[in-house]
Structure formats: structure tokens, C-alpha cells
């Protein structure tokens, strides 16, 4: 079966951080590009960041800049979503999701094929 299975979320403090993985099982990431997104309560779902296939490009939404940080061991099939200095606007159900082949490496989530559950982050003191 074909999965992508997020973890590492959780309840932080402000200022705080979380490591986000992304875990594929029924077949290799190494061959896509990754993308993450976010999706807070009652607001539409937005792209975070992408990292390609091989980890040498990545891109970031301008709320995360600076704060966020893909990374990817494919030898482990996982890929990361470092997140620092954590803040409400950063609350939400996080996802990661394979590129379709042939489409650039940026934050249209159409351009994605196939997506994990999600991992719920809140931020809160």
C-alpha cells in the first residue's frame, strides 16, 4: 500500500520548534519532489514549502522564510520540516505531499498527487 505518513506534531510554546517527518512506505521518495502545506481552522490550505527530488532546491511561502527548513534523507525515505520560532499564525493540520512528475518544485498544491493525513500543530502558551 501506498502511504505518506506525517508525524512530530504537537502543542508548542511560542518561539518554540518542531521537526515534522514525512515517511513513505510502498515506494520510494527519492524520485519526488516533496511538498509541505498547512491548513488552520476555517482558512484554505497553503502551500509551506517544497524540496526536490534530490534535496538541491527548495522554496518557501513568505510567512515561513527565515523559519522553516526542508530537508530529505532519502536513504531513510523521509523527509523533514524543520520549524523554528513558532508563532499562532502557525497553527494548523500539516501535510506532505509528492509532486507530480514534470511540475516545478513550488506551492501549488494541484501540482501535488498524493497526500499524507496530516499532523495537527498548535501553538499555545
Known amino acids: 500500500q501506498l502511504r505518506l505518513v506525517e508525524s512530530g506534531g504537537g502543542l508548542v510554546q511560542p518561539g518554540g520548534s518542531l521537526r515534522l517527518s514525512c515517511v513513505a512506505s510502498g515506494f520510494t521518495l527519492d524520485s519526488y519532489a516533496i511538498g509541505w502545506f498547512r491548513q488552520a481552522p476555517g482558512k484554505e490550505r497553503e502551500g509551506v514549502s517544497c524540496i526536490s527530488s534530490s534535496g538541491d532546491i527548495t522554496n518557501y511561502a513568505d510567512s515561513v522564510k527565515g523559519r522553516f527548513t526542508a530537508s530529505r534523507d532519502n536513504a531513510k525515505n523521509t523527509v523533514y520540516l524543520q520549524m523554528n520560532s513558532l508563532n499562532s499564525d502557525d497553527i494548523g493540520v500539516y501535510y506532505c505531499?509528492?509532486?507530480?512528475?514534470?511540475?516545478?518544485?513550488?506551492?501549488?498544491?494541484?501540482?501535488?498527487?498524493?497526500w499524507g493525513q496530516g499532523t495537527q500543530v498548535t501553538v499555545s502558551s
Open positions: 505531499a509528492a509532486l507530480k512528475p514534470f511540475r516545478p518544485c513550488m506551492l501549488g498544491g494541484a501540482d501535488f498527487g498524493f
